[in-house]
């Protein structure tokens, strides 16, 4: 280790795929394109983003690109007014797109509903139009705590149509956690369901809402409107709760969009760090709409035809950007599932799959994992062909599970598009296109308009093949307008966290000589051993390589000699168990691949693995547990 904090670089990964040459000839972004527009964000940055806001509609154009005079708040198209609603339905219906299906939902049971776009602009006016009637209007909060349902995505257009804010709870959440969002919201309305369906259960969450609404800070909500899922006994507050179906059988079909300023705020979502109470990050309405219609397209070339699944809960900011905006602004088909992925046998992903002619599935790595330990045979029950394109997020995939989804899913046709963002940034910052060439494991390249890079602690950047600190040194248009409440804290933990002034991601990365980013894991999770500073994702992949390992979270704990040494929580695959054979077998496995470097002290056997409800591992959970410490935050911990 050097004395400014970069990392060593253990984990070598050589193999290469090339896009197929058709795939390549019918993209919308073909590779001499793909260059000219990096040339023009590079040369011209607002002016690459101004072309990108020019594909959108305004109701009145921008001042200026970008206010950059009171940085880390940045401001991009002040003086433009628009509504995020106006782009991902209203304009549709002018349009062949008002019959083409907006939304394909299916629920646990297998039932299902479909809504055109007319059908779904029809459905968040009424929505719109009640929500005025309880007395919302423009800048006032509300509190989403639903499951995936049709209602959910309603709900969000519906709230933002009429210039209030929402803030989408995940429906896992325990009242206490509901409370503490709300009271940070400060909701004057809370949209929920009697229940709905998870892996053959019914969950209820009214009695949830009643919990969370008692006790000091959450007399601010006035409203709780419940939609029908379960049918379920349902205790309703008389004057405070009303059913869904009763607010909208009489409203209108039209409802006016209320014209927002480009910086207005459009959402608020909470991400949890390893200590503090959740953070409320803010979106606003333009630069959000731009850079998430700009990028999801370009990644994933979506064209009309296309049938778009992202796997995640509209929860998290992979739902919001992938489930329900990005596909809507693109005029794109989105589908929803409710329930448990593995409900009611392991086949359930495939069989929607190929129900519904899926083109275009994004998932997590998680969820890639846990399908491998099943095998192939669920997957070879369906017809997939028609998947065209393939994505994970949310966490480093390891190669081995990028095979397992490029060969048995993707029939080794379907390019693999690995990608790297967050809550705070809104889009996608670093990605492949279909066209471009592939390494399993690596996100790439970051994507034209975002100027990405890996320094040490001092902000100077670090050789190829050494790891660091990721940093982004450019503004981008979707980028968090900051925490609600607290300016200090946005500056503090993303602005001089580095020197420099660049945004800190908080995660590890390298670059290969190709220009290549590897993500090596959060800054949080990374080993000192002997001097060598590792990234997790490293010694997990290491792991991952070995045919016994469906699943690998790495820790540091204490060393007498080496200061740290890493422990290995391992899930192994069906047909292997635990024993001191197969520890010994593992730690060399991992020092061939690693070298002396990766000193395992310890390897334990688990069944299964904290993680949050998005699915990523909590490492730190595990570490504390270890240590016998205080884990901090768990309101994002998976108790299921």
Not at 59 to 66: A, E, G, S, T
Not at 74 to 80: A, I, M, N
Not at 336 to 344: T, V
Not at 605 to 633: C, H, Q, Y
């Amino acid at each position: 280790m050097d004395q400014n904090g970069a990392l060593d670089s253990l984990f070598q990964e050589e193999r290469v795929f090339r896009p197929l040459p058709q795939l390549v000839i019918e993209a919308n972004v073909n590779p001499q394109e793909l260059e000219a527009f990096r040339r023009q964000a590079t040369q011209d940055p607002l002016g690459y983003w101004e072309e990108a806001a020019d594909e959108l509609d305004w109701f009145k154009k921008w001042d200026q690109v970008l206010d950059e005079s009171n940085p880390p708040f940045y401001r991009w198209f002040p003086g433009g007014r628009c509504n995020i609603v106006y782009n991902a339905l209203d304009r549709h219906i002018e349009t062949a797109n008002k019959n083409k299906l907006a939304l394909i939902w299916e629920g646990e049971p297998g039932d299902n509903r479909k809504y055109t776009y007319y059908e779904l602009y029809r459905a968040v006016n009424r929505f719109a139009n009640a929500l005025r009637s309880l007395g919302l209007s423009k800048g006032d909060r509300v509190v989403l705590y639903m499951p995936a349902l049709p209602e959910t995505l309603i709900a969000m257009l519906a709230t933002a149509k009429i210039g209030a804010v929402h803030s989408l709870v995940f429906a896992g959440f325990s009242a206490k956690a509901l409370r503490e969002r709300i009271r940070d919201a400060q909701a004057k309305l809370l949209v929920t369901a009697d229940g709905f369906y998870r892996n053959g259960q019914v969950i209820k969450l009214k009695p949830l809402v009643d919990e969370a609404l008692v006790g000091a800070g959450a007399d601010c909500v006035d409203s709780v409107v419940v939609v029908q899922r379960t049918k379920l006994d349902t205790e309703m507050l008389e004057g405070r709760d009303v059913w869904y179906e009763d607010l909208v059988r009489n409203e209108r079909n039209e409802s006016p969009t209320e014209v927002m300023e480009a910086n207005d705020p459009l959402f608020l979502l909470h991400t949890s760090g390893a200590t503090g109470k959740p953070k409320g990050i803010l979106h606003s309405h333009g630069g959000y709409m731009v850079g998430v219609h700009r990028t999801l397209t370009h990644v994933f070339d979506v064209k009309p035809t296309d049938i778009f699944w992202c796997t995640a809960d509209p929860g998290w900011i992979t739902g919001h950007t992938a489930v329900v905006y990005g596909p809507l602004l693109a005029g794109t088909t989105t589908v929803l599932y409710e329930g448990h992925p593995n409900y009611p046998q392991a086949d359930r992903l495939w069989h929607i799959v190929a129900k519904y002619g899926v083109t275009i599935f994004y998932t997590v790595p998680t969820m890639i994992r846990m399908l491998m330990r099943f095998g192939v045979q669920y997957p070879r029950r369906h017809d997939l062909s028609t998947l065209r394109l393939l994505g994970t997020v949310g966490e480093p995939i390891g190669p081995e599970p990028w095979m397992w989804f490029y060969k048995n899913i993707g029939r080794s046709e379907c390019p693999l598009l690995d990608t790297w963002w967050q809550t705070e940034t809104g889009m996608f910052m670093l990605a492949p296109l279909p066209i471009s060439l592939l390494k399993p494991g690596s996100v790439t390249k970051p994507l034209p308009g975002v100027e990405a890079d890996v320094v040490d602690r001092d902000g100077n950047p670090v050789p190829p093949g050494k790891g660091g600190f990721l940093v982004i040194r450019r503004p981008w248009p979707a980028m968090a307008a900051g925490i609600l409440g607290d300016e200090e804290r946005f500056r503090r933990e993303y602005y001089e966290a580095i020197p420099g002034g660049a945004y800190f991601a908080g995660d590890v990365a390298k670059k290969d000589e190709d220009g290549f980013f590897w993500i090596q894991g959060r800054a949080d999770d990374v080993l000192n051993i002997a001097g060598h500073r590792v990234g997790t994702a490293e010694l997990e992949a290491a792991f991952g390589s070995h045919p016994a390992v469906c699943e690998a979270a790495v820790v540091g704990v204490p060393d007498a000699i080496k200061g740290e040494a890493a422990k290995a929580f391992l899930v192994l695959n069906p047909g292997f168990q635990g024993s001191t054979d197969l520890i010994q077998d593992l730690k060399r496995h991992v020092r061939g691949e690693l070298g002396p470097v990766a000193a395992i002290k310890g390897i334990e056997f688990r069944e299964t693995l904290p993680r949050t409800r998005s699915g990523k591992i909590m490492r730190r959970v595990l570490k504390a547990r270890e240590l016998n410490v205080d884990p901090g935050d768990l309101t994002m911990l998976d108790q299921e």
